[in-house]
């Protein structure tokens, strides 16, 4: 199946990276649509240095809305094709990336590629992140599986049927994409293990609290979206006690900076939750 791959971007400094791993692909994508949802011309130097090896590459600028799901969605707008593959603009692809996710395509309405995380960050890290979407897709909420948008396809027919992601969600949008694809669209998940893209893990302990902050105050706003529709909220008051004594004790006895990196998100995870169960008016424990 021919497939557009749509990039948001805010003009990283790793988009170069991702353009030269889609130019170096076995079977070309049929389309390339970086989305700059930053400052205006931050990726025009970048897609310019491209063009000549990626001819099918177009660059649209849309700030209306400032969340990667809203990008994600400007992108597929512009899809001329019948799949659409999301990545990210701080991953690499493989180069079998495209052929694996076109031909699984023609056979599933959506499709989670395979993520690695030892190519691009510090063993230290790695060892202590745990597993994601390595062997299957995400299914840690203990409802339907998953795909983290840096590692998603889907036909487009699906993705317009669904009306696109929701881009209210900073966070968390491509489990609730995923989640109504599946319940909205009858559409069949199913996993690339030959597509495979290496994620970018943040290195930093700010930049790692911040991520698991947000992400865990929204997935309390998607435990509240889903539960109607059969999606068990944890509400054990004792693993969440643990929960915040585990990036005390890491903090207590860190070593190193990859330490302080893990303790922050485990410690943004337990903020976030209980923002969330303020702001969005729903426990989440």
């Known amino acids: 199946m021919d497939v557009t791959v749509v990039v948001p971007t805010v003009g990283g400094p790793h988009l170069t990276e991702q353009l030269a791993a889609l130019a170096a692909q076995t079977r070309p994508p049929a389309q390339v649509v970086v989305v700059n949802n930053g400052l205006p011309g931050a990726a025009d130097a970048t897609v310019a240095a491209w063009r000549a090896q990626l001819p099918q590459l177009e660059l649209v600028e849309d700030r209306r809305e400032t969340t990667p799901g809203y990008a994600r969605n400007v992108g597929a707008e512009r899809a001329r094709h019948p799949g659409i593959l999301f990545v990210d603009d701080d991953d690499v692809v493989d180069p079998g990336y495209v052929a694996a996710m076109g031909a699984a395509l023609d056979e599933s309405e959506l499709v989670a590629a395979r993520v690695d995380l030892e190519r691009l960050n510090p063993p230290a890290l790695t060892s202590r992140w745990g597993s994601m979407q390595a062997d299957g897709p995400m299914t840690y909420h203990d409802f339907l599986p998953w795909s983290i948008s840096a590692a998603l396809g889907v036909r487009s027919e699906v993705f317009r049927k669904i009306g696109g992601f929701d881009g209210t969600y900073p966070i968390c949008e491509d489990t609730d994409f995923s989640w109504r694809a599946q319940l909205d669209a009858g559409a069949r998940l199913s996993f690339v293990p030959d597509a495979t893209i290496s994620y970018r893990l943040r290195t930093r302990p700010g930049q790692a609290f911040r991520q698991a ?11 509240k979206r889903y539960r109607s529709r059969g999606l068990t909220t944890s509400g054990n008051p ?7 004594g585990r990036p005390v004790l890491l903090l207590v006895r860190a070593r190193r900076r990859e330490d302080l990196v893990v303790a922050a998100r485990q410690l943004g995870s337990c903020v976030g939750r209980a923002e969330g169960t303020v702001r969005h008016r729903h426990l989440h424990l």
């Open 213 to 223: 902050r947000v992400w865990a105050s929204w997935e309390v706003a998607l435990h």
């Open 238 to 244: 004792v693993r969440a006690l643990l929960r915040w």
